[in-house]
């Protein structure tokens, strides 16, 4: 938010300063959320083009509303390039982010009650992968695969297990708060053993995929879902890729069944993000990220924090806080005093509720966004240690947080 938004300073001067205040937050804070990222100029003036007045329910040629020749032009950009930047034949970028994209899918691939598996919540599942909080839990006869105890990794045996014990006509696969690999071609081969359709949610790894820093699930899933603002660095929005042959039921679950006018400006704003990442200083930043979520996992495990599945191959880690003794909630607070910003999180066979798990969740996209590197990974699991021994000290926390802003000054934001 620049101070040449004269408007919306003079015309509502109190959203402004919030907006403002918001730009300071962001810029003196380090942002370890692990779906959070920072979206470049670019992206951010697309989103608020005058795109935003535009209502568009159709598809490209063929809409119900007149003055359509740029938005048409716009979203045919966007789904060309979601095709090309991930190898994929159809497109959709019209949902509203990552829950309406499942939501879309479920409708046009499965009837009400139809038997579905998908990754638990407290395993790293999304709520929309059959959670019983969401519609996917109540909708859908949900069954749900853990991690393996010991290794706290996918089990294949027991996902190749409850598929033939349950059946089920979808198998959903992609995770909100899982650090290693997901191998999208052992979930195929157990779709296609029990004759499930695959849906690869990619929200959180998308930008690694597209950097070719996390294999693709192009030719494994039938369907494939993403948002496009986690790790792909774009604007809140949603995505679904499918083959020609599911592209039509797909269309029509996202617009007219579940969806009016898509928000155009996003849609452009999405163009925007996909063209960027396309170029060579993504893959940079994709392989990046990786690099930096090992330094940081390797500078937390020197202050005796477990790493849940032993480290990680993508953008995030799960910290467990049992061996300090520590609960998730009361960590991602004092970080957060000291300006570091984390969730609590479950972590897998918690013993402690939801809302004050035993871990904490930290993710290395926005913070490379910001062209921070493995040094300052260390540098940054200092803070967070040192934090962690003084928990309940408001002046060291104090002290701690006029470090990291000094350290952050440093960065600063796109
Ligand atoms: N809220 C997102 C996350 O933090 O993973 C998922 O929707």
Redesign the pocket.
């Known amino acids: 938010m620049s101070e040449s938004n004269t408007e919306l300073k003079q015309t509502d001067p109190e959203i402004f300063e919030r907006l403002q205040a918001e730009d300071r937050r962001q810029g003196r804070t380090i942002r370890l959320?692990?779906?959070e990222n920072y979206a470049s100029a670019a992206v951010r003036q697309a989103t608020a083009s005058r795109l935003t007045n535009k209502y568009s329910e159709g598809y490209p040629g063929r809409r119900y509303y007149q003055g359509q020749e740029h938005t048409d032009a716009v979203e045919n950009l966007a789904r060309d390039r979601a095709c090309k930047l991930f190898g994929a034949a159809h497109a959709n970028v019209q949902p509203y982010s990552?829950?309406p994209a499942n939501l879309a899918v479920y409708y046009a691939l499965a009837e009400l009650g139809d038997p579905i598996l998908g990754m638990g919540l407290p395993f790293g599942g999304?709520?929309t992968h059959g959670w019983k909080v969401s519609f996917s839990g109540r909708f859908y006869d949900a069954h749900h695969y853990e991690v393996d105890p010991d290794t706290e990794c996918i089990d294949f045996a027991a996902v190749r297990e409850v598929a033939r014990e349950v059946q089920p006509k979808m198998i959903i696969c992609g995770a909100?708060?899982y650090p290693r690999t997901i191998d999208f071609a052992a979930f195929a081969e157990i779709a296609d053993e029990v004759g499930a359709y695959l849906l690869a949610d990619i929200?959180?790894i998308a930008g690694l995929v597209a950097g070719g820093a996390h294999p693709s699930p192009v030719g494994a899933a039938d369907v494939i879902t993403s948002?496009t603002h986690?790790t792909l660095r774009g604007p809140r929005g949603g995505l679904i890729m499918c083959d020609d042959k599911l592209a039509k039921d797909i269309d029509r679950a996202v617009f007219p069944a579940l969806q009016g006018g898509p928000h155009m400006n996003a849609v452009a704003a999405a163009a925007v993000a996909f063209n960027e990442a396309m170029s060579e200083d993504f893959e940079d930043y994709a392989h990046q990220i990786v690099k930096n979520a090992q330094a940081l996992a390797d500078g937390l495990a020197g202050y005796g924090l477990r790493l849940v599945a032993g480290g990680t191959d993508n953008h995030l880690l799960l910290v467990d806080l049992t061996p300090r003794e520590l609960g998730g909630r009361d960590a991602a607070v004092a970080l957060e005093k000291a300006g570091i910003v984390v969730?609590s999180n479950s972590i897998p066979f918690d013993t402690r509720g939801p809302f004050d798990p035993s871990g904490i969740r930290i993710g290395t996209a926005a913070v490379t966004t910001r062209g921070m590197d493995t040094d300052d990974m260390a540098q940054i699991a200092d803070f967070i240690g040192r934090v962690l021994d003084d928990l309940d000290d408001d002046d060291a926390l104090s002290r701690i947080g006029s470090e990291v802003e000094e350290f952050c000054a440093d960065f600063p934001l796109p």
């Open positions: 959320i692990a779906s990552g829950s999304h709520l909100s708060a929200a959180h948002t986690k969730n």
